[in-house]
């Protein structure tokens, strides 16, 4: 059966480049934003980089109430503004998936330094946000808007999925391994978040480091989790 994704906050860099290679994998991508023209000029631009799919553009809310999952791809500052205009969208029948990463760099510190949470992760903090029947999965955080923007090239990096409903991160998954390249792993329920978003900061500080411009994570040993 073919998902319907919506990406909250898909006009930019992380959200496009997921957009870009589900839609090269044949999927039906909606690409949400706060403007509608925007939307529409992005959806029009993945759609002719990817040459397959459907993609088309939308308000965050529209997109939201047409998909089977949302993945939500906005900065940390904007989190709480963008849940709380897609929050009565969200039923027990659409997986939220955030992938924000909650970097200090977002109140003037440093870009490879995550900042604490209330809740414990950033994810957390999008689950208390909606209603408590939505299932929420936090995953994409090591996948970098640079590779996923390289279609000829797979994306060499495994995607940590973590949440606390099976079917949910089963779902999410299947969607996750259409982008060639990336095998994703169940890393536990959603307390787990912490750790997801705290390893896409590591990944940013050795990008940094090693003066590279993305670098990918491989957990080896597990096999295909989902296959
Ligand atoms: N960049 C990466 O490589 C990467 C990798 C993994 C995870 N992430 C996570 O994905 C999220 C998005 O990252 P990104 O690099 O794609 O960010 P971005 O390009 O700066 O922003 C993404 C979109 O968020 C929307 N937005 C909503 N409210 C906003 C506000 N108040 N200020 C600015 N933008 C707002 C904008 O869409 P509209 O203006 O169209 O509404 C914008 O295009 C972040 O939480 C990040 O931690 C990023």
Redesign the pocket.
Known sequence: MQQVVAVV?????????LALRFAKAGLRVLI????LD??QA?ARQIASQAGAGEVTGHT?PDAVSKAAIVI????????V??LKSIRTGLTSAVILVD?????EIGIGGRLSRTVTLWDGS?AQQAARLVPAAVPVVAS???????A?ARLDQPVDCDTLICGDNPEAKAAVSQVAETIPGVHAIDAGPLDNARYLESS?ALLIALNLRHKVK?CGLRITGLGHVYR
């Open positions: 906050g898909g006009t930019g860099a992380e959200g496009s480049g949400g934003s706060r403007n925007r939307a992005a965050n939500l791809t906005v900065p940390l500052s904007a989190q503004e963008t992938a924000t990463v909650p970097l950033a994409f955080h090591a996948l970098s808007a640079e996923l896409a993305h």
